[in-house]
Every structure is written in structure tokens, then in C-alpha cells.
């Protein structure tokens, strides 16, 4: 899996802790006043267990009470949703056992905590003037919302020139499907275009999360991007997969997401993943015709599916005639006639682009 990506649990955290929220402005309070502090995002009874000392708060979250209470040098512990503050001052005793890379107190208990537990805890470094997330046995470190902006608008540069490419492969992909001169190659050429574009959405939609309402603007950009690149990339998966139809289809999908940056690049690993017998490029492939019907506007996915069933590759269904296709299940009269001259519609214009 592409190391951009966010577990759930540490998109959560990260969520919680962003621009916007209260909990980000407390902690910016700190680091503002050139303090530290340890917050413990969960006050159940399995981090009850490891608190000594301190005392009992129970008490609304304020960005001003946190700021106030990290003066004194104990770890303080919040509700799940950081909408309390439960304890303050209060010395965690985790397992010792626990592996830890850390080497300051603070960020060696965070890491311990968070690893036995499984909460959020959030270290907020004096002399380093960082803010460090744990979670589970993951670690990330807040960087500063200018940063991650800048960082964000060169990957929408370099998304946008990817889309463009992609586009471009689509295309032509389309006019090899309507002249039936499709091989592996051509496939898999798309789809590694497609997945990288994936993980660069990825890597954005990371800047996104931690960036919180200063990410708004990165978001739309983002979604129109990004749209119709998932159907697309399901479509093509579904028109090219290998013929066990045991495999469930996001099960494929999961496959091609697992791949590395290193796998992406072998033609080899792509053509696995769809589970077809072969790795010969230049091996001729036959559309089964879903990506195509995606296009007619207005057909539900279940017609093109009885479509798909009844004639089994896309030149068939482009060969067949009005009264072929009213014989299939829910299609009937008019939409025979609309999926006729929107296929014929679509193949004259994949022509047009070619020649």
C-alpha cells in the first residue's frame, strides 16, 4: 500500500487535531507560550488504569483551560471526542515492555501509550516546537498549515498533468476498443496511469485532513480532479478481468491498490492482479463492453450487466440490432434505439480523435 495513505484511526487523530477545530487551537496555545504537554485523546477505563496522581477535572474543553493546565507538568486526559477535559497533571504509567524508538520521556511515554492502548495521544514538544500523533504503532508529526499548503498545490500541479495524460490514454484506449486492436499492453498502460493518479489523490487527500478548514479550497480542487477516475478505473477492471468469476471484483481492485510504486512500474505485477493467464503484452484482449455502456446516459448498471451477459464482448453488442437489444432483460424498445446511437455516437467520435 502506498505509504501516503492514512489508517482510519490515524485519520481520526489527525482530524481532530487540525486547523479549525478547538483541540488544534489549544495545542497552538501551548506551543505558543513555549510550553509542552502530553494529551491523551480517550478517558476509559484501560487508560484510567496507567494514570497515577493528578486529579479529577471533569470539566468543557476550552482552548484557554488546556493552555492554562499544560503548565503543570503531568499528562492530561480528554474525553474520546475532545469535548472534555477528564484529568489534568496526572503521571501515566504505561508498560514498560512496550517497544519504543523515542528517546525524550515525553515522546517515549506518548509512544507507549498509544501502542498498548490504542488512543490518540498527542505530544507537544518545548524545545523541538512540534506536535507529534500517536496511534496504534503509527507516528506523525504535524507540520506548520503553510507548509502543507505549498506542499498540497505542487501535488495538484503534478495531479493535474496526470489527469491529462490519462485522459489522453483513455481516449485512445476507446478507439482501439471500437477498432478491436486492444492488447495487454494497451490495458495496462491505462491502468498504471490510473493508479498513479490514485496515489498522488492519496498523498492530497492526506495534506487535506491535516490541513482542516484551511483545506476547503484543496478539497474542490481535489474532486474535480479526480472525477470519474474510480468508475473509469472500475469499468476497465471489469472489462479486462481474468475469467474466474469467483474473484470478487474488489478483490482485483484491492490488488492493483496493494501494489508499490516498484510493482506499479512491471507490467508483470498489473497483469497478476487482474488475474488474466498471461504476461504476453502484445496478447489481443476483447472488451466486455461495461466501460462503453457506462457512457449512455441513463442506463442502470443492472441492464448493462443482462447487456453484458447476453453478448459477452463490446464488438458483439456494437454488432447487434435494435430488435437484439429490445430482446434483452429491461431494456425494451426506446432505450435499444438510445444504446444503438449512443454507441454509434461514441464510436464515431473515438474515430474522429484517432484520424
Do not use: W
Amino acid at each position: 500500500m502506498a505509504s501516503s495513505r492514512l489508517s482510519p484511526q490515524l485519520r481520526a487523530a489527525l482530524a481532530q487535531v487540525a486547523p479549525g477545530r478547538q483541540l488544534r487551537a489549544g495545542v497552538d496555545r501551548i506551543l505558543q507560550a513555549g510550553m509542552g504537554g502530553l494529551l491523551v485523546v480517550g478517558d476509559g477505563p484501560n487508560v484510567l488504569n496507567i494514570c497515577s496522581g493528578g486529579f479529577l477535572l471533569d470539566a468543557a474543553f476550552s482552548p484557554q483551560r488546556l493552555s492554562e493546565l499544560a503548565k503543570m507538568d503531568g499528562a492530561i486526559i480528554l474525553a474520546r471526542d475532545a469535548s472534555r477535559i477528564a484529568r489534568a497533571n496526572v503521571h501515566l504509567v504505561p508498560d514498560p515492555t512496550v517497544q519504543t524508538a523515542e528517546t525524550g520521556t515525553r515522546h517515549r511515554t506518548a509512544e507507549r501509550v498509544a501502542r498498548s492502548l490504542g488512543v490518540p495521544v498527542i505530544a507537544v514538544s518545548q524545545r523541538m516546537n512540534t506536535i507529534s500523533v500517536y496511534v496504534g504503532d503509527e507516528h506523525h508529526e504535524i507540520e506548520p498549515a503553510a507548509r502543507l499548503l505549498n506542499r498540497a498545490d505542487q501535488a495538484l500541479s503534478t495531479l493535474e498533468r496526470y489527469r491529462n495524460q490519462l485522459d489522453d490514454d483513455a481516449r485512445s484506449l476507446s478507439t482501439l476498443e471500437i477498432e478491436d486492436l486492444v492488447t495487454i499492453r494497451d490495458v495496462v498502460n491505462v491502468l498504471q496511469r490510473i493508479e498513479g493518479v490514485e496515489r498522488i489523490a492519496d498523498e492530497i487527500e492526506r495534506y487535506i485532513v491535516e490541513l482542516g478548514d484551511e483545506g476547503r479550497m484543496v478539497r474542490l480542487q481535489l474532486v474535480e480532479l479526480m472525477g470519474g477516475v474510480e468508475h473509469d478505473r472500475r469499468s476497465i477492471v471489469r472489462d479486462y478481468r481474468g475469467g474466474d468469476s469467483s474473484v470478487p471484483l474488489d478483490a482485483i481492485l484491492d490488488d492493483l491498490s496493494a501494489l508499490t510504486t516498484e510493482d506499479l512500474i512491471d507490467p508483470a505485477e498489473i497483469v497478476t492482479a487482474l488475474r488474466l493467464p498471461t504476461a504476453a503484452l502484445e496478447a489481443a484482449m476483447s472488451p466486455k463492453g461495461y466501460r462503453m455502456l457506462s457512457r449512455i446516459p441513463r442506463l442502470p448498471e443492472q441492464v448493462s450487466e443482462n447487456i453484458v451477459s447476453r453478448f459477452g464482448s463490446l464488438q458483439k453488442i456494437m454488432r447487434a440490432t435494435i430488435d437484439d437489444l429490445d430482446d434483452v432483460d429491461g431494456v425494451g424498445a426506446t432505450r435499444a434505439t438510445a444504446i444503438k446511437d449512443g454507441l454509434g455516437r461514441i464510436a464515431e467520435s473515438a474515430i474522429l480523435d484517432r484520424y
